[in-house]
């Protein structure tokens, strides 16, 4: 299987930072990736997919970028709502599907 | 509005079943494939299975291949997961999600809309 890195795993930061989250695969997987956010006790949400196509109705704060082995997920402004944990996903193989280990965006 | 509701968790012993279902509403159920995601207390999401629009395409990741039955009642618009054999590694939170592609191959293979999630605790 694909194996999905993230990091860092814990991140601290401030309302108002620019905060960004990189994903590594241990293959290339073009561009189909995917980030999710996980607010504690709550189903996670998808922000983006195709490595850089935004959701219907996810702030233009957040975006993505790259290709093949090395993907970010950047916000642009940190917002309080934004603490959260992020999962990145592969679906280069549908059938063998696998996500990062989480980034954890904590207050700083 | 696209509503996903799993039911079914609880605590079960090791080696035992239990089946786990998802009422879907709001999309038509029969146009997109379907997946289980789990989560395990205080980790991170671990894709479980897929099943095809159609229900004639199933796969699963390789920890419960043999174990775990994805299968779908398309007229009740009800997925299940039927797992056996159950191991104390098997206790999570389990998510069911919908897969954005309608009815074109098997699936997208990620999620756009996810339900609450069913916790499923496997104990002695």
């Known amino acids: 299987d694909i194996q999905m890195t993230q990091s860092p795993s814990t991140l601290s930061a401030s309302v108002g930072d620019r905060v960004t989250i990189t994903c590594r695969a241990s293959?290339?997987?073009?561009?189909?990736l995917a980030w999710y956010q996980q607010k504690p006790g709550k189903a996670p949400k998808l922000l983006i997919q195709?490595?850089?196509t935004l959701e219907s109705g996810v702030p233009s704060r957040f975006s993505g970028s790259g290709s093949g082995t090395e993907f970010t997920l950047t916000i642009s402004s940190l917002q309080p709502d934004d603490f959260a944990t992020y999962y990145c996903?592969?679906?280069?193989?549908?059938?063998?599907?696998?996500f990062g280990g989480g980034t954890k965006v904590e207050i700083k | 509005q696209v509503q996903l509701v799993e039911s079914g968790g609880g605590v079960v012993q090791p080696g035992r079943s239990l089946r786990l279902s998802c009422g879907a509403s709001?999309?038509?159920?029969?146009?997109?494939?379907m997946h289980w995601v789990r989560q395990a207390p205080g980790k991170g999401l671990e894709w479980v299975a897929v099943?095809?629009?159609?229900?004639?395409?199933?796969y699963y990741t390789d920890s419960v291949k043999g174990r775990f039955t994805i299968s779908r009642d398309n007229s009740k618009n009800t997925l299940f997961l039927q797992m056996n054999s159950l191991r104390t590694d098997d206790t999570a939170v389990y998510f069911c999600?919908?897969?954005?592609?309608?009815?074109?191959?098997?699936?997208?293979?990620?999620?756009?809309?996810w339900g609450q999630g069913t916790l499923v605790t496997v104990s002695s």
């Open positions: 996903q592969q679906y280069n193989d549908y059938s063998r599907l696998t």
């Open positions: 099943i095809s629009h159609d229900g004639s395409r199933k």
């Open positions: 293959q290339s997987i073009r561009n189909w």
């Open positions: 999600a919908k897969d954005p592609r309608i009815a074109v191959a098997v699936a997208a293979g990620f999620f756009d809309y």
């Open positions: 709001g999309f038509t159920f029969s146009d997109y494939a």
């Open positions: 195709k490595a850089s």
